[in-house]
């Protein structure tokens, strides 16, 4: 019951043209307006502010509100509860990204963003312990992502990171050895700096072969 | 306070290891480990049910189950509540995906598929109307994100086109124009057959350059 009045609710603010601000009926004329019990129209409430659609305000009552886009894909998130398919869908996912990025990169990209990489791979050669180099390895990738300018874009690496991380492990766990890439992200610094879009692909591509060299 | 008791729940499910066809307690049994009230859980467990984590059995009660990994994501996709930025970050996102996709598709690719992408080409070069353009548009780059073999790839992006075309409906509107690809659909055919994934990038970013023109 809750999932019809829920789909009736958003099609009925669609309908009326709400739009993010808007002062929205309170619970008992919705339910009047819908034909349904106030319970059912709270519980299809508390879905829509969990997807950050309704916001409650001090003495305006609810206004609808711009929705946190990726919510909902956090909170299901689970290594756990995902299907071994669907993790590696999200894998590769994430490497499609990685390789689909040049283009946005090489069109933002400023003289600070360079620095910061050069700070990032200055770091990392004196680097040993796992732990660490991990580390390295998120601030690099996570530092060409926030060149894109692209804020949901971060937002989306940022959440697949995890589970990008444990599908990972738990190969290795399994056995399966990665071979080290011949294209070191000294080299990917050096084709932002005096490179092309093209030769950055390639090196990327590159540089991701080891994750490749597992698809099939 | 649902906010809260959705939060505590799923870190219960998750702390006691529950997997996907386990059986969760009743109702009641969860407000009491909880301490809250029962229509604060019931609240809390509705919008697990939306995220698809949670169902109803007949006779077996609620059990775990694996959730819509982007039924949140669709629920708020609706150009009208989103900002202008977040549409323009979605816009982007999808031409990052469609970039990055060669060594998918270039690992994966069949004969069959080689043959479906040459349906829909040889549909195309007898078409005027606009709204057969479109379809025929829609065909052939789903047919590529369809060539990756990877189901939440393809189902995202079939959620994102909406927003794509709005952003281009938007723009055309205000009066951008938009120049024509010197590559075409018969270019990308033709690498997909006897050329590289390089190559094949490389002329996706060329069939794509009128979205690009328009990015700063």
């Known amino acids: 019951m809750a999932d019809v009045v829920e789909k009736r609710l958003r099609e009925y603010f669609k309908k009326n043209a709400f739009r993010p601000g808007d002062p929205i009926p309170k619970e008992m004329e919705l339910a009047e307006a819908l034909q349904v019990s106030r319970n059912v129209v709270r519980e299809a409430l508390s879905r829509l502010k969990m997807l950050g659609m309704i916001e409650s305000k001090k003495k305006r009552g609810m206004i609808l509100s711009e929705p946190d886009i990726f919510g909902g894909f956090e909170r299901v998130l ?31 990209k400023t003289d600070k963003d360079i620095q910061d990489l050069e700070k990032i791979v200055s770091k990392s050669t004196n680097i040993n312990k796992t732990s660490f180099k991990v580390k390295n390895e998120i601030a690099f990738h996570g530092k060409l992502y926030e060149m894109t300018g692209n804020h949901t874009i971060m937002r989306f690496q940022t959440l697949l990171m995890p589970i990008f991380e444990y599908v990972v492990a738990e190969e290795e766990k399994q056995g399966a050895a990665y071979s080290i890439s011949r294209i070191t992200h000294i080299d990917l610094l050096e084709i932002l700096k005096n490179g092309s879009a093209g030769q950055f692909k390639e090196a990327m591509r590159a540089h991701l072969s080891p994750h490749f060299e597992r698809l099939i």
Chains 1, 2 share one sequence.
Do not use: M, S
Request: hydrophobic share 55%; net charge negative.
């Open 78 to 108: 689970d290594p756990l509860i995902l299907e071994q398919q669907t993790l590696k869908d999200l894998f590769e996912l994430r490497l499609v990204l990685e390789l689909g990025l040049a283009d946005l990169i090489f069109l933002r």
